[in-house]
């Protein structure tokens, strides 16, 4: 992605914005203000780091609007970004405390270094905007299933590809016996979300007896339902575990449903859970 001669061809910004932000899924706004951010530190690195520069790009046209910004105060302190209110009534006789004078600067021709520094700016932008939309779209997911594909162990813990993301199936959450190789499909459940300085970690279960409750769910109608409730759930991952059942309705059985004709419900669950013994009460 060359961010040189940008200043030649706005449309050129528009379409750098729009196709970054299609590569990674995230609003050309984002992208946009991460431009300006380079624009914006690019002109202090070439005006000098104490001066108040603002960029704006049109996200219509593309024009780059670049500005010195100085601010009216009664006493000045830093003389590279405020003017005193008497000074300023000289050249502007409706000059007023607070107000701000505005220099337009020439369009920044970006050089090698700029070019490289605006790079490095939008591709941190884009990061934190992405690590956002991940965070975001699984926070909600909590207590979810999801399908996955083994990358690689990592000291023990598994690392698994979403698609859209990557989580942890640490090693206690993994069942014992249960071996995986690169490129596996895996199912688990998620059992928490949250933002770390890398970004958002999610990590999986396969031990949680969450796991269970939702492999029935997707199994058996009547829990999707709520005609049948799953009222507790008792693991010792990889051996067996028990779930206690209750019908809303006097008609349906609840272990029936669950073990469902010839016990095809059930078995399903246990060819998931790798044949953990299941046992259903009421």
Do not use: W
Not at 111 to 129: D, F, L, M, S, Y
Not at 214 to 236: C, D, H
Request: charged share 30%; aromatic share 2%.
């Amino acid at each position: 992605m060359s961010m040189a001669g940008v200043s030649a061809n706005r449309l050129e910004l528009l379409q750098i914005a729009n196709a970054v932000a299609r590569e990674k899924l995230i609003d050309p706004m984002i992208v946009l203000h991460a431009m300006q951010d380079a624009i914006q530190k690019a002109a202090k690195s070439r005006y000098g780091p104490e001066n108040d520069i603002r960029c704006e790009i049109d996200p219509k046209t593309g024009e780059t609007k670049l500005i010195r910004v100085i601010t009216i105060v009664e006493e000045v302190e830093n003389e590279a970004t405020e003017i005193a209110l008497s000074v300023a009534q000289r050249s502007d006789p409706e000059a007023e405390l607070g107000g701000e004078i505005v220099e337009h600067l020439p369009p920044l021709d970006f050089g090698r270094v700029a070019a490289q520094n605006a790079k490095q700016v939008i591709v941190q932008k884009v990061r934190e905007a992405e690590r956002e939309g991940v965070f975001n779209e699984f926070k909600d997911r909590v207590g979810e299933l999801v399908n996955g594909i083994v990358r690689r162990y990592e000291r023990g813990d598994l690392i698994v590809d979403l698609g859209r993301a990557e989580a942890l199936l640490p090693h206690r959450e993994q069942v014992p016996r249960e071996n995986y190789r690169q490129g596996d499909r895996v199912r688990a459940y998620i059992s928490d979300v949250r933002m770390a300085t890398k970004g958002p970690q999610i990590i999986l279960s396969r031990t949680h007896p969450g796991l269970l409750a939702e492999l029935f769910r997707i199994e058996v109608p009547e829990v999707a339902e709520g005609i049948v409730e799953i009222q507790a759930v008792s693991r010792e991952p990889g051996s067996r575990a028990k779930i206690a059942v209750l019908s809303n309705d006097p008609d349906v059985d609840p272990i029936g449903a669950c073990v469902g004709m010839r016990g095809a419900r059930v078995q399903n669950v246990v060819s998931e859970l790798r044949g953990e013994k299941i046992d259903i009460i009421n």
